[in-house]
């Protein structure tokens, strides 16, 4: 079992920046690709960013390249999301995730935390 704990959210004005975190437990990350996602109020869950276990593996949604950036540090069983030039839409509840492989697809993660609200005023 691997328990992930997001953390570093909060209320930002557009264009300002925030960067979450991933603490996992349990198991080490470095078994695992690691992925974010993120569901707006009304909206479904949807991919954000995911990381593979090797080495420069790592791919975005359209709507955040350029201004995310996705890293992870197994020495410190963390993951993290870099996020820049916020607007808006960005706002929503971020979830960690962790499964085998760096899929965009929410059902190919088994584990979840319980995410961590990104608010963004314009």
């Known amino acids: 079992q691997v328990q992930l704990v997001e953390s570093g959210g909060g209320l930002v004005q557009a264009g300002g920046s925030l960067r979450l975190s991933c603490a996992a437990s349990g198991r080490t990350i470095s078994n695992y690709a690691m992925g974010w996602f993120r569901q707006a109020p009304g909206k479904d869950r949807e991919f954000v960013a995911t990381?593979?276990?090797?080495?420069?593996?790592?791919a975005y949604t359209d709507s955040v390249k350029g201004r995310f950036t996705i890293s992870r540090d197994n020495a410190k069983n963390t993951a993290y999301l870099q996020m820049n030039s916020l607007k808006p839409e960005d706002t929503a509840v971020y979830y960690c995730?962790?499964?085998?492989?760096?899929?965009?697809?929410?059902?190919?993660?088994?584990?979840w935390g319980q995410g961590t609200q990104v608010t963004v005023s314009s």
């Open positions: 990381i593979g276990r090797a080495p420069g593996i790592t």
């Open positions: 995730a962790a499964g085998l492989f760096p899929r965009l697809q929410v059902s190919e993660y088994g584990y």
